[in-house]
């Protein structure tokens, strides 16, 4: 019934993992729930873990809000927060992440900008005068960050979460595709129709040709080089540098591979019986 935090950096096309149509799909009920990869599952395992954690360095108790909070002045914004602060009006955002790309040093206001604009949607939603957010990074690093609403930042949201609802969920008009994944599920198949390219399209099929073409260069030179290092490495699996650094290394590796033709010739029936098919659309330039 609403855009939550996890959603605002997606609706503004500002979100690498998730597109403004992902949203469209899932608000709409044309988005099939996927299972949990592992992050996300260790990131809820871990979250008392880290709200316990901040508790103990900022001397600070916290408690959960078991239920989902509304804007008062625009219904269509949702908040589902991990912690409040007790006897404060602040809110507590608790993550896990393998990653330290984005994170500036605790205590600053320096994070990923997809959680900044998620908290900057609870700052609205709630009317809290700041929100902190507990990292754990590669399960050793812990750091505390503080975020104060930022009034044009505010609005910039509000007014792009607004348009989103408004303009493409309620009235089921799907966004511009961004993404690979949103063009094969606008188009998926194709009419069998022809189309005549403007002076538009000719100069983008032009420009993606000469990309390719350097691109196959570029992978011929890597394969001469790739060719080159392994004949003066030879048997050797590792090559380090005079301090003892590691510079590469060529090791064996043993692995099976499913013999599908020769399971299809011995077990026709069973192999159609476990068969899929699926259609792609195949893009081939020139």
């Not at 393998?98 to 900008?113: F, K, M, N, Q, V």
């Not at 420009?207 to 350097?214: A, V």
Request: glycine share 6%; charged share 30%.
């Amino acid at each position: 019934t609403g855009l939550g935090g996890s959603d605002a950096a997606a609706v503004m096309g500002l979100n690498p993992w998730k597109s403004p149509l992902d949203v469209y799909l899932d608000k709409t009920g044309q988005l099939m729930e996927s299972p949990d990869n592992p992050a996300m599952y260790w990131g809820r395992v871990l979250e008392e873990i880290v709200a316990r954690e901040y508790s103990l360095r900022t001397r600070t108790k916290v408690r959960r809000k078991n239920r989902i909070l509304r804007h008062r002045k625009h219904p269509w914004m949702l908040a589902n927060l991990d912690r409040v602060l007790v006897g404060g009006r602040g809110i507590l955002e608790c993550k896990t992440t393998a990653r330290t790309d984005g994170w500036g040093p605790s205590g600053s206001d320096e994070i990923p900008l997809t959680y900044y604009l998620q908290l900057v949607h609870y700052l609205a939603v709630t009317g809290s005068p700041f929100a902190d957010l507990a990292v754990l990074i590669g399960g050793r690093d812990f750091r505390t960050y503080r975020i104060h609403p930022d009034d044009r930042t505010l609005e910039h949201l509000i007014d792009s979460e607004y348009d989103f609802w408004i303009n493409h969920v309620l009235v089921k008009n799907p966004p511009e595709p961004q993404t690979e994944s949103d063009l094969a599920w606008l188009y998926p198949k194709d009419r069998g129709s022809t189309l005549i390219a403007d002076s538009d399209l000719k100069s983008a099929i032009s420009h993606y040709l000469k990309l390719k073409d350097e691109e196959k260069q570029i992978h011929e030179k890597k394969k001469d080089l790739e060719v080159l290092i392994k004949q003066e490495v030879k048997q050797h699996a590792q090559v380090l540098d005079k301090k003892g650094r590691q510079l590469l290394s060529w090791k064996h590796h043993d692995h099976s591979r499913f013999d599908s033709s020769a399971f299809k010739q011995d077990h026709d029936e069973l192999y159609q019986q476990y068969s899929k098919t699926s259609t792609r659309r195949v893009l081939r330039v020139g």
